[in-house]
T-cell receptor, first 114, second 109 residues
Framework: EPEVTQTPSHQVTQMGQEVILRCVPI?????FYWYRQILGQKVEFLVS????????KSEIFDDQFSVERPDGSNFTLKIRSTKLEDSAMYFC????????????FGPGTRLTVT | AQSVSQHNHHVILSEAASLELGCNYS??????LFWYVQYPGQHLQLLLK??????LVKGIKGFEAEFIKSKFSFNLRKPSVQWSDTAEYFC???????FGAGTRLTVKP
């Protein structure tokens, strides 16, 4: 069964550094998403992406964040100048956009900012 | 913005007990709803979904949910829980993919 993959599984970075979280969505999917889950808190929507542009973003997704689909398979989340409060689990998801199709989630990347 | 709310933050049950986790959605727009589960150390998996048709939806692992329009609810149920059902459960509305706060279920053996 096809699945969404994410790398790395765990990323440790120092405050102020830039990180890029990578996702490979399911190959025939058209909609892509990033979410984050701070430890002990709810899953929060960050951004959705379709047709090579952001279709929706939350208030969390400020200028510190950006997304890109650099080639036909990867979908990346870049966090510039990381802060301690960016420490969280980041989930990528994809969806075919057809009918009753649900989102398929990746295993997540745990980001630790020290 | 449309949203869902889950009122039970942590539910503790013994094995074989019946389960009902609440989910309420806000009025307006097309209502398509999911329940996702996150087992310890694993990623989010779909339990079941409602788009249209029969309001009683059957999912994996013996779970079901009933869409009750008059109550704006989509509660998750299971008649007899097992220890392996220990997990975090999320109600999600498809049109904005906002997650509810989640309910942590602990099943005692």
């Amino acid at each position: 069964e096809p699945e969404v993959t994410q790398t790395p599984s765990h990323q440790v970075t120092q405050m102020g550094q830039e990180v890029i979280l990578r996702c490979v969505p399911i190959s025939n999917h058209l909609y892509f998403y990033w979410y984050r889950q701070i430890l002990g808190q709810k899953v929060e929507f960050l951004v959705s992406f379709y047709n090579n542009e952001i279709s929706e973003k939350s208030e969390i997704f400020d200028d510190q964040f950006s997304v890109e689909r650099p080639d036909g398979s990867n979908f990346t989340l870049k966090i510039r100048s990381t802060k301690l409060e960016d420490s969280a689990m980041y989930f990528c998801a994809s969806n075919s956009g057809q009918g009753a199709d649900e989102q398929y989630f990746g295993p997540g990347t745990r980001l630790t900012v020290t | 913005a449309q949203s869902v709310s889950q009122h039970n933050h942590h539910v503790i049950l013994s094995e074989a007990a019946s389960l009902e986790l609440g989910c309420n959605y806000s009025y307006g727009g097309t209502v398509n709803l999911f329940w996702y589960v996150q087992y310890p150390g694993q990623h989010l998996q779909l339990l079941l979904k409602y788009f249209s048709g029969d309001p009683l939806v059957k999912g994996i692992k013996g779970f079901e949910a009933e869409f009750i329009k008059s109550k704006f609810s989509f509660n998750l149920r299971k008649p007899s829980v097992q220890w392996s059902d220990t997990a975090e459960y999320f109600c999600v509305r498809r049109d904005d993919m906002r997650f509810g706060a989640g309910t942590r279920l602990t099943v005692k053996p």
